[in-house]
């Protein structure tokens, strides 16, 4: 009787053990068990949870909105954003991210971003003239001579003079990342000028772009991005143009069979917030979000290169054949775009046109 009174006594003590081990267990079993879409995003998040947790008293909930899929540099920019104001800020801060044109097209969310309705959103330079002309100067193509250089200027004094006209368009731009250069897709094979003449290329709803494509002896087609995809398959449109990202998110190599690495511009993506969301915000929840963000760029620079190199591969296999152009033909596209850079000057004045050629003559 003794020995049983003891085992029952005994039960009753380990119960809350028990439940509490289990407890633990199931935490981490939730926290280890969470999927991404990038599994390289899961271990980056590991290595930022050292960052100190920030103690906030209010509760933020915001929407972030973007025109491309999830498969890109602008979701994987976001979404790590997300996860670490999420975790820094002891989950009082939540971002719900509505990618492939769920919360409207490009010109729709921006236009919702700048009226408050949209917290965040993120696209890349060309979209954001309509509303803050200044971003121009990234339509003069061959602007850059690579990668490097263009990731040197998005890192340089020149963009804190570009979020001034920013606050004034109703932004404020939390950081800038790239996919590489835009490239220009079609089903006719294009070695010369003379290849591509007559040729129906989508191009966004942006006069630059509309003015250097009928330069270069195409005809140029304006069309929503969310349309692309339908257009090419159905023969309204022959051609379009967009970073390798772009392509493969939206699975241009299925109904194209060749690209052309004209590298002609580089897609700058933007990231940004409603400018009076973001001064609005108390200090050190402002703080808070301009070290998420800084460190969800840095994340997304880490991906750009691979991932170009992994949507080229895609690209390849799918059977699209990819076509670098020699130097005498670029040099040509190069001196075509001189009417864009006029174009440019006279819209935006010179004084921010040498201001951006000297900036980058500084990186050399």
């Not at 633990?24 to 050292?50: L, P």
């Not at 296999?317 to 596209?333: H, R, V, Y």
């Amino acid at each position: 009787m003794k020995k049983r009174f003891a085992y029952c006594l005994l039960c009753i003590i380990m119960i809350p053990v028990i439940l509490m081990y289990t407890s633990c267990s199931s935490k981490r079993e939730n926290t280890t068990g969470t999927s991404t879409v990038n599994e390289t995003a899961t271990v980056s998040q590991t290595e930022n949870s050292t960052a100190e947790e920030v103690d906030i008293e209010e509760e933020y909930h915001w929407t972030a909105a973007m025109s491309v899929a999830e498969t890109t540099i602008n979701y994987m920019m976001v979404e790590k954003f997300a996860q670490l104001i999420n975790e820094r800020s002891g989950g009082k801060i939540t971002v719900d991210i509505y990618p492939g044109g769920q919360m409207g097209n490009t010109t729709e969310f921006t236009e919702a971003v700048i009226g408050g309705s949209i917290q965040i959103g993120t696209g890349m330079t060309t979209d954001l003239v309509d509303f803050i002309p200044v971003y121009g100067i990234f339509d003069m193509p061959n602007l850059f001579d690579d990668t490097t250089q263009m990731r040197g200027l998005l890192n340089s004094d020149f963009v804190d003079l570009l979020n001034d006209y920013c606050h004034d368009g109703g932004i404020h731009m939390l950081g800038y990342s790239d996919a590489g250069f835009r490239q220009l897709t079609t089903n006719k094979a294009v070695h010369s000028l003379k290849d591509l003449k007559g040729q129906k290329i989508r191009v966004m709803t942006n006069k630059y772009h509309i003015e250097y494509w009928n330069e270069l002896g195409a005809s140029a087609t304006p069309m929503q991005f969310t349309e692309v995809f339908m257009g090419l398959q159905q023969g309204t449109i022959d051609g379009e143009e967009n970073p390798y990202m772009n392509i493969v998110g939206n699975n241009i190599q299925e109904v194209q069979d060749y690209i052309i690495e004209t590298n002609h511009i580089g897609h700058i993506i933007t990231f940004f917030m409603n400018n009076n969301v973001y001064n609005n915000l108390p200090d050190d929840v402002r703080t808070l979000v301009d070290e998420c963000a800084r460190d969800a760029v840095e994340y997304a620079n880490s991906q750009a290169d691979e991932s170009i190199a992994e949507y080229k591969k895609i690209c390849e296999d799918a059977g699209c054949q990819i076509i670098t152009l020699d130097d005498a033909t670029i040099s040509e596209i190069r001196d075509k775009a001189e009417i864009v850079y006029d174009m440019v000057r006279k819209d935006l004045g010179d004084d921010i046109v040498d201001q951006l050629m000297s900036a980058i003559q500084d990186l050399e």
